[in-house]
């Protein structure tokens, strides 16, 4: 499926351009913004390498990757990037991930984000559960997770490596069946 655009009251998303290379790095090359994620900051070079990745994956087929740019409908500008990852390992499943500019945290994008995220795996892919793991510290993303229905399920013990530590994520899912209903 191509182009994804969706849009919420206050947001829209859309597929990356390579255009947006400083705009993700503006999160992705952010110390506080990649703190709770998988990975370490990064350089420009993975940023602009992830950006041109992602813009790639588009014309694979079948699709598995939906990487898109999170921008303001008012403004039009770049303020976060989410992705949806269909899992080879469990039928019409997908997981989650998304990620914010540190100076818009707190305003309720990241909610709006991962809805936009879930109707496009919901209603657009036809999938059947999707899920998100987050650092078991990010109580930010514990509350955006729960306030769009998605149930906190567990903990998967030391599932990343970030640091030269171990660290366990924490998983939050819905299924089809609750995005319908309005939750769970």
């Known amino acids: 499926m191509y182009p994804i655009s969706r849009s919420s009251a206050r947001l829209n998303l859309r597929e990356l351009e390579i255009e947006d290379v400083d705009a993700v790095f503006a999160i992705y090359g952010s110390p506080e913004a990649t703190e709770h994620l998988s990975f370490e900051a ?3 070079e993975q940023v602009r390498q992830i950006v041109a990745r992602s813009i790639a ?6 699709r598995t990757e939906y990487a898109l740019a999170v921008t303001e409908r008012d403004s039009d500008e770049l303020i976060g990037f989410g992705r949806l990852a269909l899992d080879p390992h ?3 499943g997908a997981t989650i991930g998304f990620a914010l500019r540190p100076n818009v945290w707190g305003a309720g994008y990241g909610a709006e984000t991962v809805r936009l995220l879930l109707g496009v795996g919901f209603e657009d892919l036809g999938l059947h559960r999707i899920w998100g793991a987050r650092s078991p510290l990010n109580e930010a993303s514990a509350r955006t997770m729960t306030a769009v229905g998605m149930v906190e399920e567990g903990t998967i013990r030391e599932h990343v490596l970030k640091a030269g530590k171990w660290r366990d994520s924490v998983v939050h ?3 089809d069946r609750e995005w319908r209903a309005g939750g769970p």
């Open 90 to 92: 469990q039928q019409r």
């Open 42 to 44: 990064r350089t420009r």
């Open 173 to 175: 899912a819905i299924l």
């Open 57 to 62: 994956a588009v014309s694979e087929t079948p």
